[in-house]
């Protein structure tokens, strides 16, 4: 049974920084695709970031140049490491896997059960 759970939100002030972490368990950690999302209030749920199977990587426009998506294979870990917080960047984050690549788009098979980022003016 997939399973992935988050950690890692909190509340900081604009301009600090966090890091995600998404432990995954119950599949072959290497062979599927994650990406991380969020939702805000009233909003639909977005993309931030992707990682393919290769390490490919790829993020909203909204957060490149701040956010990176990484993985430990060995440790069956995805983090997310967030600097330069905005206020509008306030959601619950998700982690995602899927054995097909989705992307930024929110079509993936598991989801993890979020974790809140609060980024304070």
């Known amino acids: 049974q997939v399973q992935l759970v988050e950690s890692g939100g909190g509340s900081v002030q604009a301009g600090g920084s966090l890091r995600l972490s998404c432990a995954a368990s119950?599949?072959?950690?290497?062979?599927?695709?994650m990406g991380w999302f969020r939702q805000a209030p009233g909003k639909e749920r977005e993309g931030v970031a992707s990682?393919?199977?290769?390490?490919?990587?790829s993020y909203a426009d909204s957060v490149k140049g701040r956010f990176t998506i990484s993985k430990d294979n060995a440790e069956n870990t995805l983090y997310l490491e967030m600097n330069s917080l905005k206020p509008e960047d306030t959601a619950v984050y998700y982690c995602?896997?899927?054995?097909?690549?989705?992307?930024?788009?929110?079509?993936?098979?598991?989801w993890g059960q979020g974790t809140q980022v609060t980024v304070s003016s």
């Open positions: 990682i393919e199977y290769d390490g490919s990587t």
């Open positions: 119950g599949y072959t950690y290497s062979s599927y695709c």
């Open positions: 995602a896997a899927d054995r097909v690549n989705w992307g930024l788009w929110p079509h993936y098979k598991y």
